[in-house]
């Protein structure tokens, strides 16, 4: 799994745990807002430029290869080596293979969508105020759903 993934689902089972834990957790988890809103936002910043990166990682790895004519054993499922039955014993390395843009943009989502509980639920308790509840949600990038506002 892409570690950029791998932060925001561990972020999102935070937050999903904060949104459903007893009134005074959750007042001690509010006392790190900034802290919790920021891992957020860069959560989604790291989901967001994750392409850019990518490509430079594979152009960078390609480049070395053809510069360097980098070999690796060419490996056996069976003996679990260098392969005995290849006609090469060493090969080009494969390069790393991009993931599922639509993977990106669930876990993008599921990640907003903890947050956006998270903060409804600090809202409905008392924790905040609607402006303040606005400028969080601007902050994570997404609206508010006018029902949530209701106590």
């Not at 972020?11 to 007893?22: C, D, E, G, M």
């Not at 850019?52 to 990682?57: D, E, L, Q, V």
């Amino acid at each position: 799994m892409i570690y950029t993934l791998e932060k925001a689902i561990l972020i999102t089972a935070q937050l999903r745990k904060f949104t459903h834990s007893y009134d005074y957790m959750l007042a001690g988890q509010f006392a790190n807002i900034d802290f919790w809103i920021n891992e957020v936002v860069v959560a989604i910043k790291a989901i967001d430029e994750h392409n850019a990166r990518f490509n430079k990682m594979y152009d960078a790895q390609r480049s070395w290869i053809e510069t360097y004519d980098t070999r690796v054993p060419d490996y056996c499922p069976i003996c679990n080596g260098i392969c005995e039955l290849s006609t090469e014993h060493y090969v080009h390395p494969e390069l790393p293979k991009r993931r599922s843009n639509m993977e990106k943009k669930e876990t993008r989502k599921e990640l907003v969508d903890a947050a956006y509980f998270f903060l409804i639920r600090c809202f409905k308790t008392g924790l905040i105020d609607t402006e303040k509840l606005t400028d969080f949600c601007d902050t994570i990038e997404t609206g508010i759903d006018p029902y949530d506002l209701k106590k």
